[in-house]
Structure formats: C-alpha cells, structure tokens
C-alpha cells in the first residue's frame, strides 16, 4: 500500500485472514495460489516442494545429468534392467 491509501480494519482482516488460511494450506501440503487485481501473481508452497523444485532445475541444467537420465530412460524402454535381488547379485560381483 503507498502512502495516501487506506484500508479498512474489516479488509485487513480478511487478508490476514486469507494469509493464514494459505499458510496452513502450504503447511497440509498444499500449493496456495495468490491473486491480485485477478491476476495469478504468485504461490505459496510447501518449503520441501520449492526444495524438490529447485533440485530438478539444477539437474535439468546440467547436460550431464540430462545426458545420463536420457540414457537411462533408453535402458528402460530396452528392458535393459536388472531388478531385485538380481540387481544386489549384480553389483557384490562387481566388487570382487
């Protein structure tokens, strides 16, 4: 709010309201969208989603790691996998 404007202590209410409303709604693991003036202009989320977020940018940015899980994707389609306790087998031989 700038200076000149006023708002009524019934408004304040509602948007303190509505704040704690999204922040208990982040908190049950919900994303919360903010509206102002009809427009999305942000959310609110649960601080392990931005985590898991900000990890999946990281990894999407490396070539690298982009490169290794397209290969691993290829792998999968190829049924080139190894599951259980063949995968256990497989990698205690590895080590001898």
Excluded at 36 to 57: F, K, Q
Excluded at 58 to 82: H, Y
Aim: proline share 2%; no cysteine; glycine share 8%.
């Amino acid at each position: 709010m700038s200076a000149g404007e006023s708002v009524s202590l019934d408004a304040l209410n509602e948007q303190t309201t509505a704040w704690q409303d999204a922040v208990r709604r982040a908190e049950d693991g919900q994303s919360v969208a903010i509206i102002a003036h009809g427009e999305h202009v942000a959310d609110v989320v649960p601080s392990g989603e931005l985590d898991r977020l900000r990890e999946t940018i990281e990894v999407l940015s490396d070539p690298a790691a982009r490169a290794a899980l397209e290969e691993a994707d290829r792998s999968i389609e190829e049924g080139d996998v190894v599951e259980g306790v063949d995968a256990i087998r497989a990698l205690v031989e590895g080590r001898k």
